[in-house]
């Protein structure tokens, strides 16, 4: 393992260890650090992972960040697209304005949904996504502003409404993980509550609690999150994002 990681560095293999052992499925990483951590487990533990340019087209090869690629191995689109979506054959990495205990997700707007103070992207397919394929998030600024006691309005599902609105929400409900730039979230926990899986390198306990807005389950054995091996560090330098855009989402 390298030494010399930086903390984006630590991020973009974390994002990518959420899609370890998927398998051939559509992997759909939003934002620079989860893009190169799908690349990155494609090119390493996860070689099924169908990736696109962003639009219609699925891409044989894994480009840096930030450019095109070169090489099409398949055309997506929408309907098929679509077809991913409600068959369950995808796992998305979405981002979270606001994220709460249970899972529930705004992307939508910030104060009363009947006159917000900002308004945001909008439900787009949150809901679809939570209800029908595994979720992960990213979330770069781990705050009490993002993490919640109560998001002002549900776009994707948290595991409480999802059991609420029965088996027909809960049946392939799936949130896999929470990555930020503090530590490794997850939701297996008895109660299906968020809870820290790892920290990250020169992050405690006590920083993550401090940056989040509900009390947070931490178990007295929590693991560090692996550094990347120095095979992953050049590929993330050398092939992936030689730019460093990972840098201007995860400053040092």
Do not use: K
């Amino acid at each position: 393992m390298s030494g010399g990681a930086s903390r984006a560095e630590v991020c973009v293999v974390a994002c990518a260890e959420a899609w370890r052992g998927d398998g051939e499925i559509l992997a759909s990483p939003m934002g620079p650090v989860p893009a190169i951590g799908a690349r990155l487990a494609r090119l390493t533990f996860s070689p099924g992972l169908l990736l696109t340019d962003g639009e219609a087209l699925l891409t044989a090869e894994d480009p840096a960040a930030g450019d095109g690629a070169r090489v099409v191995e398949g055309w997506l689109p929408y309907r098929r697209h679509l077809a991913l979506v409600t068959g369950g054959r995808r796992h998305v990495m979405m981002g979270a304005s606001q994220l709460d205990r249970h899972g529930n997700q705004n992307i939508s707007c910030i104060g009363d949904w009947r006159r917000p103070d900002r308004q945001l992207l909008g439900v787009r397919g949150a809901p679809v996504n939570t209800l029908n394929h595994p979720v992960s998030y990213w979330i770069p600024r781990h705050s009490p502003r993002v993490l919640v006691e109560r998001v002002d309005m549900v776009c994707g599902v948290g595991h409480d409404r999802a059991a609420a609105a029965g088996p027909a929400a809960s049946r392939f409900h799936c949130l896999r993980r929470v990555v930020t730039d503090l530590a490794v979230l997850d939701f297996e926990t008895p109660d299906r509550t968020l809870r820290v899986r790892s920290l990250h390198p020169g992050v405690t306990a006590g920083d993550v609690q401090a940056a989040t807005g509900f009390p947070l389950d931490v178990p007295e054995d929590v693991p560090v999150t692996r550094l990347p091996t120095d095979a992953e560090l050049r590929l993330i330098r050398e092939v992936l994002d030689p730019a460093g855009l990972r840098d201007r989402e995860v400053r040092p």
